[in-house]
């Protein structure tokens, strides 16, 4: 099956041939890093219910080191998304030793402060009017697309390494019971701070990419609800803890969106709360948890 | 300055409503409850259609707007909040959470977009004090916020108080008690509801009512929340003065003050879970 995903994936640009189906699988992939992103924080346990803090702090750091320091975007993107790291770091030291429900409240509130220095830092970011920069690969769409599934690419090889490494036991103990988790000899703080920074690495990068791939970004865009909103429903949709089911989350649902977007113009994404409810009530372990029960049922 | 002042204290009064309401889900259920704001968000709502279709008086419309506000609480109680009482933490923020996107995105298809307000006879008339003009539907909002606060206290010392206080501190024990949890829960969720609902009437006479308004006062709750400590209304009514008026300040005197007085509420909550996680009131969190 990771096979024909992984074919179908790599000559889709050459079998849809519209520049529009290009732009959507773009936008697919973009939202499946992201989602992955959210999974890889909450296999111990924590909602960030603010990840496009750190999705518009990768797109202003990309866009100013382009446009302050003349960076090749590529490397940008890059720095981005290290920026993103390295203040998820200080951000996740400084909050994620408190309980949870704190860290989520912490999140969402650290999205909007950065929203607020956005718009009043006009110096820096331009305020509300944002910053404007030339496309990435000259607009070649084709190379966006390559480049944001190569992100992918290692986005899964990190999640992979994750599941088969001794990471997940400690993540998972984390998840299901912190407190024995710290008397077996785990410093659930330094996992939990870790997995964020990872989180945070490639919802940054996406950042900088989308700034890019955009051509500008204001501060209602990259630090808004809707991005956080996106990054937590997708995975819970598809089935966290898995790899499978937040890219199967992203590709769903942003194809859901596309269409609900031209038909209801305000107000489409009452379907993501509609989706996240009933996922929590009736299908805890999202769509891959439902096929898995199917399967096991058969047998 | 004591202007200033005046209008910080004013507004801090709204700020106590919404985060009583808040306070009381957290602290008797053990839920935090991330659609409050929207809450607030319906019963402004409400105020604003009653006045604007059949020109009852938003004092008037206090009642409405609790009733609306219960029944909605209540329903949601029973099909979204109480199959998950037990569930982890994780998945009650995520519900919590997904109702207030849908009742968000509910009302901006139902209401669009729009900023609306209110007018009434009052709305434009002041009390001047001494130097100080003190805005009428401010100065109501005020009142009835200091009364229902005050209610909550009595409250707390009645027999159904003290039920939900037991339920609070060890919901086993409570049950063996005698005490019925899940109508204790009831109770408390609608009571949070109405309180949300009443904030809404009163935000309605003082500021615009628009679809992602509970957003935003939601947040400032939180705030409230974070720094006066939790399920304790003192620390409340303090917290929410020291936002009030710091906000009033930043808006005051700073260059372009209104816009960082909006990012204020965060850098708090910021800056007392990093360093003091306890909140003023010092009451210990697990």
Same mark, same amino acid.
């Given at each position: 099956?990771?096979?024909?995903?992984?074919?179908?994936?790599?000559?889709?640009?050459?079998? +849809?041939?519209?520049?529009?189906?290009?732009?959507?699988?773009?936008?697919?992939?973009?939202?499946?890093?992201?989602?992955?992103?959210?999974?890889?924080? %909450?296999?111990?346990?924590?909602?960030?219910?603010?990840?496009? %803090?750190?999705?518009?702090?990768?797109?202003?750091?990309?866009?100013?080191?382009?446009?302050?320091?003349?960076?090749?975007?590529? #490397?940008?993107?890059?720095?981005?998304?290290?920026?993103? !790291?390295?203040?998820?770091?200080? =951000?996740?030291?400084?909050?994620?030793?408190?309980?949870?429900?704190? =860290?989520?409240?912490?999140?969402?509130?650290?999205?909007?402060?950065?929203?607020?220095?956005?718009?009043?830092?006009?110096?820096?970011?331009?305020?509300?009017?944002?910053?404007?920069?030339?496309?990435?690969?000259?607009?070649? @769409?084709?190379?966006?697309?390559?480049?944001?599934?190569?992100?992918?690419?290692?986005?899964?090889?990190?999640?992979?390494?994750?599941?088969?490494?001794?990471?997940?036991?400690? *993540?998972?103990?984390?998840?299901?019971?912190?407190?024995?988790?710290?008397?077996?000899?785990?410093?659930?703080?330094?996992? $939990? /701070?870790?997995?964020?920074?990872?989180?945070?690495?490639?919802?940054?990068?996406?950042?900088? =990419?989308?700034?890019?791939?955009?051509?500008?970004?204001?501060?209602?865009?990259?630090?808004?609800?809707?991005?956080?909103?996106?990054?937590? /429903?997708?995975?819970?949709?598809?089935?966290?803890?898995?790899?499978?089911?937040?890219?199967?989350?992203?590709?769903?649902? $942003?194809?859901?969106?596309?269409?609900?977007?031209?038909?209801? &113009?305000?107000?489409?994404?009452?379907?993501?709360?509609?989706?996240? /409810?009933?996922?929590?009530?009736?299908?805890?372990?999202?769509?891959?948890?439902?096929?898995?029960?199917?399967?096991?049922?058969?047998? | 300055?004591?202007?200033?002042?005046?209008?910080?204290?004013? @507004?801090?009064?709204?700020? %106590?409503?919404?985060?009583?309401?808040?306070?009381?889900?957290?602290?008797?259920?053990?839920?935090?409850?991330?659609?409050?704001?929207?809450?607030?968000?319906?019963?402004?709502?409400?105020?604003?259609?009653?006045?604007?279709?059949?020109?009852?008086? &938003?004092?008037?419309?206090?009642?409405?707007?609790?009733?609306?506000?219960?029944?909605?609480?209540?329903?949601?109680?029973?099909?979204?909040?109480? &199959?998950?009482?037990?569930?982890?933490?994780?998945?009650?923020?995520?519900?919590?959470?997904?109702?207030?996107?849908? #009742?968000?995105?509910?009302?901006?298809?139902?209401?669009?977009?729009?900023?609306?307000?209110?007018?009434?006879?009052?709305?434009?008339?002041?009390?001047?004090?001494?130097?100080?003009?003190? !805005?009428?539907?401010?100065?109501?909002?005020?009142?009835?916020?200091?009364?229902?606060?005050?209610?909550? +206290?009595?409250?707390? $010392?009645?027999?159904?108080?003290?039920?939900?206080?037991?339920?609070?501190?060890?919901?086993?024990?409570?049950?063996?008690?005698?005490?019925?949890?899940?109508?204790?829960?009831?109770?408390?969720?609608?009571?949070?509801?109405?309180?949300?609902?009443?904030?809404?009437?009163?935000?309605?006479?003082?500021?615009?009512?628009?679809?992602?308004?509970?957003? $935003?006062?939601?947040?400032?709750?939180?705030?409230?929340?974070?720094?006066?400590?939790?399920?304790?209304?003192?620390?409340? #009514?303090?917290?929410?003065?020291?936002?009030?008026?710091?906000?009033?300040?930043?808006?005051?005197?700073?260059?372009?003050?209104?816009?960082?007085?909006?990012?204020?509420?965060?850098?708090?909550?910021?800056?007392?879970?990093? *360093?003091?996680?306890?909140?003023?009131?010092?009451?210990?969190?697990?």
């Amino acid at each position: 099956m990771w096979g024909a995903f992984g074919i179908t994936a790599l000559v889709y640009p050459w079998i +849809v041939g519209s520049s529009y189906a290009v732009h959507m699988g773009i936008v697919i992939l973009m939202y499946a890093i992201l989602s992955m992103g959210f999974d890889i924080l %909450a296999r111990t346990g924590q909602v960030s219910v603010g990840q496009a %803090a750190l999705f518009g702090l990768g797109a202003y750091c990309a866009v100013l080191t382009f446009e302050k320091f003349g960076i090749d975007p590529v #490397l940008a993107i890059f720095l981005g998304g290290l920026f993103a !790291g390295v203040v998820a770091a200080g =951000f996740g030291f400084a909050t994620l030793r408190i309980r949870g429900i704190y =860290f989520s409240i912490a999140t969402i509130c650290f999205a909007e402060s950065l929203q607020v220095l956005a718009l009043m830092a006009r110096g820096l970011t331009g305020g509300a009017i944002g910053v404007s920069v030339p496309p990435i690969f000259d607009g070649n @769409i084709t190379a966006s697309y390559y480049f944001i599934l190569a992100l992918l690419g290692g986005t899964i090889l990190v999640s992979l390494i994750i599941d088969k490494s001794k990471l997940n036991f400690a *993540f998972t103990a984390i998840r299901e019971n912190e407190k024995v988790a710290s008397v077996m000899g785990i410093n659930p703080t330094k996992y $939990k /701070v870790l997995s964020f920074v990872l989180s945070a690495f490639f919802t940054g990068c996406v950042g900088g =990419f989308y700034a890019f791939y955009i051509t500008y970004i204001i501060p209602y865009e990259v630090f808004g609800i809707g991005i956080s909103v996106a990054c937590l /429903v997708m995975p819970v949709f598809g089935g966290l803890y898995t790899i499978e089911g937040p890219l199967l989350g992203a590709v769903v649902l $942003k194809t859901v969106e596309e269409f609900l977007r031209t038909t209801i &113009p305000y107000g489409h994404m009452i379907v993501y709360g509609v989706i996240l /409810v009933v996922s929590v009530l009736y299908m805890p372990a999202g769509i891959v948890g439902l096929v898995k029960k199917r399967f096991l049922e058969r047998e | 300055m004591l202007q200033c002042l005046a209008n910080g204290v004013l @507004i801090s009064g709204l700020y %106590a409503v919404v985060t009583l309401g808040l306070t009381m889900v957290m602290g008797v259920m053990g839920i935090v409850n991330f659609a409050h704001g929207e809450f607030v968000m319906l019963g402004a709502y409400v105020t604003y259609w009653a006045f604007t279709l059949w020109g009852i008086d &938003p004092i008037l419309s206090l009642p409405l707007s609790a009733g609306v506000l219960i029944l909605v609480g209540i329903s949601i109680y029973r099909f979204g909040i109480k &199959p998950i009482l037990s569930a982890e933490a994780f998945e009650q923020v995520l519900l919590t959470f997904g109702i207030s996107i849908i #009742l968000q995105n509910a009302a901006l298809i139902l209401w669009k977009a729009d900023f609306r307000s209110i007018s009434t006879p009052y709305s434009d008339m002041s009390i001047a004090i001494g130097p100080i003009n003190i !805005g009428l539907a401010r100065l109501l909002t005020f009142g009835i916020a200091v009364m229902l606060t005050l209610l909550l +206290v009595v409250f707390n $010392k009645t027999k159904v108080g003290k039920a939900l206080r037991a339920v609070s501190q060890n919901r086993k024990a409570a049950a063996l008690m005698g005490i019925n949890v899940d109508k204790a829960y009831i109770i408390a969720f609608s009571i949070a509801a109405a309180l949300g609902g009443i904030a809404g009437t009163l935000s309605a006479l003082i500021m615009y009512v628009f679809p992602l308004m509970g957003g $935003k006062l939601g947040l400032k709750a939180f705030a409230i929340l974070i720094l006066g400590g939790l399920g304790n209304i003192w620390g409340t #009514l303090i917290a929410s003065l020291i936002l009030g008026i710091s906000e009033s300040i930043v808006g005051t005197y700073l260059p372009q003050g209104s816009g960082w007085a909006e990012g204020l509420s965060f850098a708090l909550i910021l800056t007392v879970l990093i *360093f003091k996680p306890t909140g003023i009131a010092g009451v210990r969190r697990e």
